[in-house]
């Protein structure tokens, strides 16, 4: 299975900053999606980042708030900007292996105060 | 539009069978996926199934799908205490691969010793 790190693991942040999240995998891939999951609720998509162009933002969801790096095809970066604590979620990233099994990171939760 | 229904709680005793359901909306899924969040970690796939398959087994896991009634469960035998997570039920619903995953709410399992 495709092994996802994720980075911070956690963290608590002041409202008004910003976090960026990076999320490495161990093989490429085409796409990679980030998600949010708020305290005790399901799994949101955020937007869909393939390399070489812009990310593919949900309804709700905006570059301005979420932008997004996709340098190269292991690699991508999700920034939570201007935090208010409404951003207080777990963020994770995700991959699919053999077009069929989609895989996790470990997540990253944010906490803001 | 894609929804997809779980109950909450699910509450077992160790060493009896869990078996917890999803209903899902959208007739052109064409995977459904079983992944286990435990506190404080990330998503773990256990299993998913192709949408022209009714039954699935692995080990103490088995999914079953009526695709009739656009209904999935995944029951688990011999439920241990480390089998205590929420269970989230999701599906693909495009034909090609490498698309995002829509999730029901989770479903807490319980497990009493």
């Known amino acids: 299975s495709a092994v996802i790190s994720q980075k911070p693991s956690r963290d608590i942040c002041q409202r008004g900053t910003s976090l960026t999240i990076q999320c490495q995998v161990d093989?490429?891939?085409?796409?990679m999606f980030w998600y949010r999951q708020q305290p005790g609720q399901s799994l949101t998509l955020i937007a869909t980042?393939?390399?070489?162009?812009?990310?593919?933002?949900e309804s709700g969801f905006v570059i301005d708030k979420f932008p997004i790096s996709r340098p190269n095809l292991t690699f991508s970066t999700l920034t939570v900007s201007n935090m208010s604590p409404e951003d207080s979620s777990i963020y994770l990233c995700?991959?699919?292996?053999?077009?069929?099994?989609?895989?996790f990171g470990q997540g990253t939760r944010l906490t803001v105060v | 539009g894609e929804d997809v229904e779980q109950s909450l709680f699910l509450s077992v005793r160790e060493g009896d069978s869990s078996v917890i359901n999803c209903t899902y909306t959208?007739?052109?899924?064409?995977?459904l996926y079983w992944y286990k969040q435990e506190p404080g970690a990330g998503l773990q796939l256990l299993t998913y199934?192709?949408?022209?398959?009714d039954m699935k087994q692995d080990q103490r896991l088995t999914v079953l799908l009526n695709k009739k009634d656009k209904h999935l469960s995944l029951r688990i035998a011999d439920t241990q205490t480390g089998d205590s997570a929420i269970y989230f039920c999701?599906?693909?619903?495009?034909?090609?691969?490498?698309?995002?995953?829509?999730f029901g709410k989770g479903t807490r399992l319980s497990v009493i010793a």
């Open positions: 999701a599906e693909s619903y495009l034909n090609s691969g490498n698309t995002p995953l829509v």
């Open positions: 093989s490429q891939v085409t796409m």
């Open positions: 959208d007739s052109s899924s064409t995977y």
């Open positions: 980042a393939n390399q070489g162009s812009e990310a593919t933002y």
């Open positions: 199934i192709f949408s022209n398959m």
């Open positions: 995700s991959v699919f292996e053999s077009d069929t099994e989609a895989f």
